[in-house]
């Protein structure tokens, strides 16, 4: 008897672990579902805010002018796609390309109609004009990328005095040097 009342006092205590241990699991396993469930709706209420700020740009880029931080923070994003701007044209160049002024892709200099969307790709010359007309009210600031992409573009000597002069004869491995001026 000592031995069948030794072995229910064991299955009881085993029978209340494991219950208290399924108890904790459901409840971790509770608790995650719920950190789920504010998680999606953090992420949920970001994307929110972000849809507030482009309507708001969206309405900007229309011509409404907006007062205080909403005004200053949307000139502020005006001016950094400028700078986006200036910088694609500047990649472009360095690859011997240019940037389409209505679709934004990369063609080749010499192209006379975008591979990408079809227009009529002006030479340089004409690409500040085209732009202008495109953007007229969507983008009035944009003009100012191409009077400064002159300033950008740069000849192929020109590129390596620059690189030559970043650098001291000491921080330039010489096989990268012989590279250079090969």
């Not at 700020?53 to 007062?67: A, D, K, P, V």
């Not at 694609?88 to 969307?117: M, R, T």
Request: glycine share 4%; proline share 4%.
């Amino acid at each position: 008897m000592e031995r069948k009342s030794l072995f229910d006092g064991l299955s009881e205590t085993l029978n209340k672990t494991a219950k208290v241990l399924s108890d904790r699991a459901s409840s971790v396993y509770e608790s995650s579902k719920i950190r789920s469930k504010i998680n999606s709706e953090e992420k949920a209420i970001e994307k929110m805010k972000g849809d507030i700020g482009t309507l708001i740009y969206s309405r900007y880029e229309e011509g409404e002018q907006f007062e205080g931080e909403v005004g200053r923070l949307s000139e502020e994003i005006r001016e950094r796609y400028i700078r986006i701007r200036l910088l694609e044209q500047e990649n472009a160049s360095v690859h011997g390309k240019k940037i389409c002024p209505y679709c934004k892709k990369e063609v080749p200099l010499d192209a006379v109609f975008c591979p990408s969307c079809g227009k009529e790709c002006p030479p340089r010359e004409e690409e500040k004009e085209v732009f202008e007309q495109e953007n007229a009210q969507a983008e009035p600031y944009e003009d100012e990328v191409f009077m400064k992409q002159e300033e950008v573009e740069v000849t192929g000597e020109e590129m390596a005095e620059v690189a030559e002069s970043a650098f001291d004869d000491e921080t330039v491995p010489k096989a990268a040097e012989d590279e250079f001026e090969a």
